[in-house]
């Protein structure tokens, strides 16, 4: 099975600000998290992070027949995108949302989610560990 994980804007600036709101952990340590959950469950992971939405964008439709799902944080896409939702809807393949921070305890913007107008099951407020879930719920309803 082969699964995408996309990261939006600053999500590579994580452990480096704001330890109290999104952990102490650094994108090098999602990096590695993500590097030994593929090698445990025996999956293709694939990371991408940008801060552009177009590339994010980019990497949503080249999606499209090479992967089986995708994982996706789009950030503060998340709460402004319809480019990556109408992107996700064109790709039309299985994706989970996660979010590092309980968005819904936080600013109001921040819980409108465009992304999530597509996603099947949004993860929130668990921290890295959020993108395990999210894959292992993946590798469960859409595995061999
Ligand atoms: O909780 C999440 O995962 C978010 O998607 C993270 C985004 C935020 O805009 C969303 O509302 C919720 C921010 C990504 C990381 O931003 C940083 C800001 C300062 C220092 C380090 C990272």
């Known amino acids: 099975m082969k699964i995408l994980v996309l990261n ?6 994580l452990g480096i600000r704001e ?3 999104y952990g102490k952990r650094s994108f090098a340590d999602l990096l590695a998290l993500l590097e030994q ?10 990371q991408f992070q940008s801060n552009h939405e177009g590339a994010l ?11 089986d799902a995708i994982v996706i944080n789009p950030a503060a896409y998340t709460h402004t995108s319809v480019a990556v939702l109408d992107a996700l809807k064109a790709a039309a ?3 989970v949302e996660v979010h590092i ?21 949004t993860i929130k407020g668990h921290g890295l560990e959020g993108y395990r879930e999210a894959v292992l719920y993946l590798k469960e309803k859409y595995g061999s």
């Open 8 to 13: 939006g804007p600053n999500i590579n600036m």
């Open 19 to 21: 330890p109290g709101i």
């Open 37 to 46: 959950t593929a090698k445990e469950e025996a999956l293709e992971l694939t």
């Open 57 to 67: 964008v980019d990497q949503i439709q080249a999606a499209r027949g090479v992967f």
């Open 93 to 95: 393949i299985p994706a």
């Open 101 to 121: 921070s309980d968005v819904d305890a936080r600013e109001p913007f921040r819980q409108i989610s465009y992304a999530g107008m597509y996603c099947e099951k």
